[in-house]
């Protein structure tokens, strides 16, 4: 969510549009410090050819445009006026947002002139890295004519540029806000000269599936980095995906379509384009088009072998004994993952959930996901885990979120070793010239400061048809915090990833430890790694071939666990050991009921590996 992203996806409490306009002078709005005045001037001139206007600050008069939406709802009341004479400058927007405080009286169509004052707000405060949003804010609006046709101007392929963005200017400390827009040139800028212009775009594919917030995401270049399911692949940290757009509307939530990837958003989506903190430039749609359903099914994977053994990550996404997702949850595991021999099971809570009373055991949660897998034909599954000290790993306050092995006790054994708490690091020992486990379950390194308010490894020692086979269940610190794509700060800063590395490095020197002692030691290191397979966290837990990501040897449009902004991304990973690898009898399958649906009922889908140890 993002928790992660192709940046994160961040806890949100909105209405269905999101307001990201404040009066002139309120927290993230940006203004001079001493007024001046600036005469008769057309809407181009207020939004220049930066980022920021060159009036800001400044008092403005009888501002003439036509209304070309209005929004009364939420706290970002106010309406778009659209100049009708542009200018011959493709880098100046000829639509600005006028922030009414309560909700206005114009209507689209009118022509009206605004006095008023302009101001730059940065959507989500200064801290954010977002770009700011030119305004008109305590306006006075004078109503000329009604009844009249509203400038459009159409996003296609064609229209956006390949290329997402110029670097920073280092003397700003990287950001894009002073440099002038080369709309030709790059999409952030092209989208930039777009801002509060009324837009329209064609049938749509979407890359995102709608959500309670009321929005989706479309992308207006069929063809850009597809996946086999109709989604938009994020492929490196420059292949940002420039025909992404989202879509809300300026209707009610009932009127917004409940789409999944691969939908269609057919004929005409047109309204303002707006700047918003959870996900930038966003179609605000006066006019939505209509629903092509692509019909997109769940994905089953196929039931391991006799010989083969099948492992697999899933995270759940805060499960607790209140939630009423487990029947879904136990269906999940034992028709589409075809009840898999060990699960590493994330975000798991404790036995009464968010409710922060110390209570750390999880007991009561594993027994009903255990009986709802029972209930759906599976297995009679048996589980490890670990009990955290309370409030000390991240998640949800209260939650106590933990990684938790199930296995079918029918198909591999579990080798308990004692000594295993929430703060004694697990070891590795020698036995007859074979590793093992000094605890098992154990987890690794607890007191790494890598590990401070974030889920530690849990490790356990299994063993499947007289074979060992080491399984480390992980999840890695989210991104919240990191800058997103559409940031003023380019390329935007991935601060959160400092400690994923770390996270990297100590799991990596762990699985070291094993293979030190038994060279073809069997090992699989898997879960939310909440970061990329090309990242530089991959890239640790990678270091000195002690692991590789098999989701890599998948093609790569089906290299995705995860859907945020329009980019399909990997976040969950398994990776093996040499031994495993080396006999190249393994089979990765990324296995998608979640990330692509509206209807999800977590954010991640799982994936399973299955191999002949």
């Not at 001079?32 to 005045?37: C, E, G, L, M, V």
């Not at 207020?46 to 009036?55: D, E, K, N, V, Y």
């Not at 927007?93 to 006095?115: I, L, R």
């Not at 757009?245 to 917004?256: K, M, R, Y």
Request: hydrophobic share 35%.
């Amino acid at each position: 969510m993002p928790s992660k992203s192709a940046q994160s996806p961040f806890s949100r409490s909105r209405l269905a549009a999101i307001a990201v306009a404040v009066a002139c002078g309120a927290s993230g709005a940006v203004v001079a410090t001493a007024p001046a005045h600036a005469a008769a001037v057309a809407v181009h001139d207020i939004q220049g050819t930066t980022r920021t206007s060159p009036l800001a600050g400044q008092q403005v008069t009888d501002v003439a445009g036509v209304v070309t939406g209005v929004r009364t709802y939420g706290s970002s009341k106010g309406f778009w006026l659209q100049d009708t004479a542009p200018d011959a400058d493709p880098a100046t927007s000829e639509g600005v947002f006028v922030f009414t405080s309560s909700a206005p009286t114009v209507k689209t169509g009118d022509a009206v002139t605004v006095s008023g004052t302009v101001s730059e707000y940065v959507p989500g405060g200064a801290s954010s890295g977002n770009q700011s949003l030119t305004e008109i804010t305590k306006p006075t609006v004078t109503v000329v004519s009604s009844g009249n046709a509203v400038p459009v101007t159409t996003i296609d392929a064609k229209s956006v540029p390949a290329a997402y963005t110029a670097a920073g200017d280092p003397a700003a400390n990287g950001s894009v806000n002073g440099l002038p827009l080369q709309p030709k040139k790059y999409a952030l800028d092209y989208y930039e000269s777009l801002e509060g212009q009324n837009v329209r775009i064609g049938s749509s594919r979407v890359v995102t599936a709608s959500d309670a917030y009321a929005e989706l995401w479309v992308t207006v270049k069929p063809h850009e980095n597809r996946t086999g399911r109709g989604g938009t692949r994020y492929a490196s940290y420059d292949a940002q995906n420039t025909g992404r757009l989202q879509i809300q509307s300026l209707g009610t939530v009932a009127d917004f379509p409940t789409a999944d990837v691969g939908d269609v958003l057919s004929g005409t989506t047109e309204g303002p384009l707006d700047f918003n903190q959870y996900g930038g430039y966003t179609l605000v749609a006066r006019e939505l088009g209509t629903l092509a359903p692509a019909g997109l099914q769940r994905e089953t994977t196929r039931a391991q072998k006799s010989g083969e053994l099948a492992v697999a990550t899933y995270n759940v996404e805060n499960l607790d004994p209140s939630d009423a997702t487990f029947e879904e949850h136990a269906a999940a595991i034992v028709d589409h993952l075809r009840s898999p021999d060990i699960v590493s099971l994330e975000e798991i809570q404790d036995n009464n959930g968010a409710k922060n009373d110390g209570t750390v055991a999880a007991d009561a949660t594993m027994k009903k996901l255990i009986d709802a897998i029972a209930a759906a034909g599976g297995p009679a599954y048996d589980w490890r885990s670990i009990d955290p000290v309370d409030n000390q790993d991240g998640g949800e306050p209260g939650g106590n979120i933990r990684q938790v092995f199930l296995f079918n006790p029918e198909r591999v054994s579990f080798t308990d070793r004692a000594g295993g708490d929430a703060t004694t690091p697990v070891g590795v020992t020698s036995e007859k010239g074979r590793a093992a486990l000094t605890a098992s379950p154990g987890r690794i390194d607890p007191a790494n400061d890598a590990w401070k308010s974030s889920r530690k490894p849990l490790a356990g020692e299994f063993t499947f048809r007289g074979k060992t086979v080491f399984v480390i269940a992980n999840h890695f610190a989210s991104k919240g915090g990191d800058q997103a794509l559409t940031s003023q700060y380019q390329p935007p800063t991935r601060s959160s990833e400092t400690q994923r590395h770390a996270q990297a490095t100590s799991v990596n020197a762990f699985v070291k430890d094993i293979l030190k002692v038994q060279r073809n030691a069997a090992v699989v290191t898997l879960g939310d790694i909440n970061d990329f397979e090309f990242s530089g966290t991959a890239q640790r837990l990678e270091d000195g071939g002690a692991l590789w990501s098999a989701i890599k040897s998948l093609p790569k449009s089906e290299r995705y666990t995860y859907d945020y902004q329009g980019n399909s991304q990997v976040l969950d990973q398994i990776l093996i050991s040499p031994s495993i690898r080396a006999k190249d009898a393994f089979a990765y399958d990324s296995v998608h009921i979640n990330s692509e649906f509206h209807d999800q009922i977590s954010d991640h889908d799982p994936q399973v590996l299955r191999f002949r140890p």
